[in-house]
């Protein structure tokens, strides 16, 4: 069965404090892998899609790299308005199907 | 605005009542996705379309909800005889085949 895992679940960072936020997966066939930003009651705002190892992609202050079992989204001199839960979504290749099958999510808390 | 639109944003409802909510994608896109999302929890994918055709539908969708998308634009789905347990954010997501989704603000559920 695919599954995404990401952690940590929860992380508190001082404005400028730069780090990164994991997703690791497990599928039988990668088509792509997606980030998106959700703010607190509404949709998922679409960030990046990663489809091969090696693939990296920038905005702003956000840079998001794939290797061939997990993906990381690193957050360069976040800013309070950064604060949001980050979600990863793999797609896998088996059958017609683009659904995205999503992991928990990581609230990320950016303190002034 | 021509993102994703979702009607209501907001519904509340006595336990046993039916539901039905609308989508409406973004107009060139010809794939159309339902998912579910709870507290905590990333989206849960519940069946899409591509044009008018339902093309499948998750196990988690028991048989008391159903989705139609007649003339392959906007989307509604329907719950039958709501439990608590449907209390959730239903999110509707556009695509042009299997790039990437765009997700809609979300319709919160509250089953009373």
């Known amino acids: 069965e695919d599954q995404v895992t990401q952690s940590p679940e929860a992380l508190r960072l001082q404005e400028g404090e730069s780090s990164s936020l994991n997703c690791s997966y497990t599928v039988s066939g990668l088509r792509g892998l997606f980030w998106y930003r959700q703010d607190p009651g509404k949709g998922p705002e679409f960030l990046f899609t990663l489809y091969s190892a090696g693939e990296e992609k920038e905005k702003e202050r956000l840079k998001a790299t794939l290797t061939k079992k997990e993906s990381f989204l690193h957050i360069t001199a976040p800013k309070p308005e950064d604060s949001a839960t980050y979600l990863c979504a793999v797609q896998i290749t088996t059958g017609a199907n683009s659904k995205l099958t999503f992991g928990k999510g990581i609230t990320l808390s950016v303190r002034p | 605005d021509t993102g994703v639109s979702q009607d209501p944003r907001h519904k509340i409802t006595k336990r046993g009542q039916n539901v039905t909510f609308r989508c409406d994608p973004i107009s060139e896109h010809n794939r159309l996705y339902w998912y579910r999302q709870t507290l905590g929890q990333g989206p849960e994918f519940l069946t899409y379309f591509q044009n008018e055709a339902q093309l499948e539908k998750s196990r988690l969708l028991s048989d008391r909800f159903s989705a139609e998308r007649p003339k392959g634009s906007f989307s509604t789905l329907e719950i039958q005889r709501t439990e608590q347990g449907d209390s959730a954010m239903y999110l509707c997501?556009?695509?042009?085949?299997?790039?990437?989704?765009?997700f809609g603000p979300g319709t919160r559920l509250t089953v009373l």
């Open positions: 997501a556009s695509s042009f085949y299997s790039i990437e989704q765009f």
